[in-house]
């Protein structure tokens, strides 16, 4: 969209909420056009709230990926509903994005309810239509949807192949207040780069893992070194159990190497530089469950914000 002097500046703040594993991940890096969120198959990928900024000429969207929707006993599971809820409030857009595949269910219309009754207008984002062979069924899901909530639009997506983007931006940016550009024009994330490689190194075990071991990996930067132009980094990858601490090394080490491996060229393709990532493996059993550790993990509680 080209810059047009005469146009008022307008800019504002959009939550990207759901279920697990409905693409809110996967739309927030389209809509950014760089991989700021890390996304699996496996559900519950997002664990904290991650910002990124979109400006176009004389608007500036900044958008809220949050974890998807769920109920869960422990104290991570709290922890991920809390930056659900923070995302709901003094919003001037949310975004309610849905597999179109999947028929709409109790877990849905019960995640919905958080929409209930909030100041801000809601666009539902029928995502996946790539895989849809008859779109015809989009408009029956729609009418279960608008039944739940009065949704200002709805729109048929594909945060993947970016079937539908342009228009979704379009309607975003026609919905956003007049204001200021709150970032800089480069500005993209308010990610530190070592939360973001944390994050991809996690994003490498989920994908090499299954059943209950993606779910209690958790990856801690314990040292970050720039010298001579390479970046050196030590990785800490923690799990609850023994099992899965060996499932992770795998044979001989294989498949820890393949992970860092992995995890290392794509930072080095994000980042713009060569790395040497080492990678250890510790159990500490119950993190899920401590405070303390959870709080180790979340950068903006470390950086002196607060919870997110
Ligand atoms: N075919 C297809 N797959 C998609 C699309 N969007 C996301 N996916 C896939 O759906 C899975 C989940 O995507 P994520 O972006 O991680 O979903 P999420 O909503 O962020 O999930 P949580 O963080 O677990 O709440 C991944 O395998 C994605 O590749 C899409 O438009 N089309
Ligand atoms: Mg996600």
Redesign the pocket.
Same mark, same amino acid.
């Given at each position: 969209m080209p810059s047009n002097k005469t146009e008022k500046s307008v800019s504002g703040f959009v939550s990207i909420l /759901?279920r697990?594993?409905?693409?809110? !991940?996967?739309?927030l890096n389209s809509l950014v056009g760089s991989k700021v969120?890390i996304? !699996? !198959?496996k559900?519950?990928?997002?664990q904290q709230a991650i910002q990124a900024v979109v400006t176009l000429g004389h608007a500036q969207v900044v958008f809220l990926?949050t974890? /998807?929707i769920h109920q869960g006993d422990l104290l991570i599971h709290k922890r991920m509903m809390m930056a659900v809820h923070a995302a709901l409030d003094q919003r001037d857009l949310l975004l309610w994005?849905a597999d179109a595949t999947q028929n709409i269910d109790e877990e849905e219309k019960r995640a919905l309810q958080l929409l209930k009754d909030r100041d801000a207008p809601a666009f539902l984002l029928l995502?996946?239509v790539?895989?849809l062979r008859n779109k015809q069924q989009l408009l029956p899901l729609m009418e279960g949807f608008t039944q739940e909530i009065p949704f200002r639009e709805c729109l048929p997506? !594909?945060?993947?192949?970016g079937e539908g983007l342009d228009e979704l931006l379009g309607l975003i940016v026609a919905a956003m207040p007049e204001g200021p550009r709150y970032f800089p024009e480069d500005y993209l994330t308010d990610q530190p780069e070592r939360h973001l490689a944390a994050e991809l190194i996690r994003e490498k075990i989920l994908d090499a893992t299954h059943q209950e071991v993606p779910h209690s990996v958790a990856v801690l930067i314990e040292n970050w070194e720039e010298a001579g132009g390479l970046t050196r980094i030590h990785a800490q990858i923690v799990v609850e159990r023994e099992g899965h601490k060996k499932i992770i090394i795998g044979s001989r080490g294989a498949m820890l190497k393949q992970i860092g491996t992995l995890a290392r060229q794509e930072m080095e393709s994000i980042l713009g530089r060569k790395l040497f990532l080492q990678l250890f493996v510790k159990t500490r059993s119950k993190w899920r469950q401590s405070a303390e550790f959870l709080n180790e993990l979340d950068w903006r509680y470390m950086a002196g914000g607060s919870q997110s």
């Open positions: /759901g697990p594993n409905a693409g809110k !991940s996967t739309l969120a996304v !699996s !198959s559900p519950q990928t997002t990926d974890p /998807g994005i995502n996946k790539d895989r997506v !594909s945060a993947l192949t």
